[in-house]
């Protein structure tokens, strides 16, 4: 790959021209029009969510070097910006008078109407520009170690940088714009933000039934010339409308669960949406349940492996009450504390009293039958049938 540095070109010349749209990925170009500062390939504006383009211009005020900058040639006097894209856009909003700059005072400051002799610093100060050149192999392999000015790129935007082509784009124009009217639902089952390209990585995901990258960049590669990204709507969708059929509630806990697991595991299975509401209502009311989160699984999986639920069966002063309740009535009756060794017929067992420390609670209607976790659902059993009961 060849490099060739310009150290004179100002930022007034780079930010001439720069045109920049609210909407994500479109309109973003400077320096007279030979510019692409947001190439497909490049990730969405960040700086102004992380409170960073403010920085930018302080640094240039102040007469700090803003870092190196590369851009790819990609015709005659036309460029992408490789590195540097958010520092440019915040120039460039700046200088447009998208944002302001905020004085000791709180008092705002837009471009156009500081003093001259702070828009002559920002107009001329210069800009350390690498321009690379070679194939788009070596641009983009390139692209995939490098950081972005202090914000690390995700996985997913390296992936769409390394297969740009017609269906990133449309994939990003889908789930990476963050003025879409279905993020609200997006948002009740997946963690993230369009802006980070955590609602296309989840599609991509769920498509592909794998969370690996190697997975994911495979189906990339394959449909990267594609121009629609219609299986991978309509699959995202399927999983959504399938969760929504299942499940009346939207929890708080149903976030960031692996719902396309789920889906591949139960969508085949019937479910009585009225009946897993009751349900959803139940476990959550049940003070036993410590992993709300796991509650989903569980009803989807038929209400059998309490291990989900994190399960604190039975509070330490339910079973010591309940421990000193049949001890009292062994005595009286002259058998066991132990209900199964008082009712084995084993003459080594019927009267045998054990001491709290040789027993352990057990369920007496299971939980997974519905059992609460109630002093009225406790039996003290000693160890030996307590282990024998919950092994059959």
Avoid at 95 to 118: A, C, Q, R, S, V
Avoid at 144 to 166: D, M, Y
Avoid at 203 to 232: F, G, P
Avoid at 278 to 289: G, H, N
């Amino acid at each position: 790959m060849k490099t060739t540095l310009l150290t004179d070109v100002t930022i007034s010349e780079i930010c001439k021209g720069f045109t920049y749209s609210e909407l994500e990925g479109k309109g973003l170009f400077g320096w007279s029009g030979k510019l692409t500062i947001q190439p497909e390939y490049q990730r969405n504006y960040l700086y102004a969510e992380a409170k960073m383009e403010e920085a930018v211009i302080e640094s240039v005020l102040k007469g700090y070097p803003l870092g190196l900058i590369y851009f790819n040639k990609v015709g005659e006097n036309a460029y992408e910006v490789l590195d540097g894209q958010q520092r440019i856009t915040s120039l460039g909003r700046f200088m447009t008078d998208k944002f302001p700059l905020f004085d000791e005072n709180g008092k705002p400051h837009y471009f156009t109407k500081m003093p001259t002799d702070k828009k002559e610093i920002i107009n001329n100060s210069t800009l350390t520009i690498y321009i690379c050149e070679g194939e788009e192999s070596e641009i983009k392999d390139w692209f995939r170690t490098i950081n972005i000015a202090g914000i690390e790129l995700k996985p997913q935007e390296i992936s769409n940088a390394v297969f740009s082509g017609p269906f990133v784009t449309a994939a990003k124009a889908e789930f990476s714009n963050s003025t879409n009217a279905n993020i609200q639902r997006w948002q009740s089952y997946i963690n993230g933000n369009a802006n980070r390209q955590d609602y296309l990585r989840r599609a991509l995901e769920w498509v592909c039934k794998s969370n690996k990258t190697e997975d994911v960049e495979l189906y990339m590669s394959q449909h990267r010339y594609d121009n629609n990204i219609d299986e991978l709507k309509n699959y995202f969708n399927t999983v959504l409308d399938w969760i929504d059929g299942v499940f009346v509630d939207v929890e708080k806990e149903m976030k960031g669960l692996e719902w396309g697991a789920l889906y591949e595991q139960y969508h085949n299975n019937p479910y009585d949406p009225e009946e897993v509401s009751k349900m959803v209502q139940k476990l959550y009311a049940d003070a036993a349940v410590k992993n709300r989160k796991g509650i989903f699984e569980y009803i989807l999986g038929g209400c059998q492996d309490t291990k989900l639920l994190d399960i604190r069966f039975f509070e330490e002063s339910v079973k010591k009450a309940k421990f000193k309740q049949q001890e009292i009535e062994a005595k009286e009756k002259g058998v066991s504390n132990c209900p199964m060794c008082a009712a084995s017929g084993q003459q080594n067992l019927v009267s045998k009293l054990y001491a709290y420390k040789e027993m352990d609670a057990d369920h007496v209607t299971a939980w997974s039958k519905g059992g609460a976790s109630t002093i009225e659902n406790c039996q003290m059993l000693c160890k030996s049938h307590n282990r024998s009961k919950g092994n059959k």
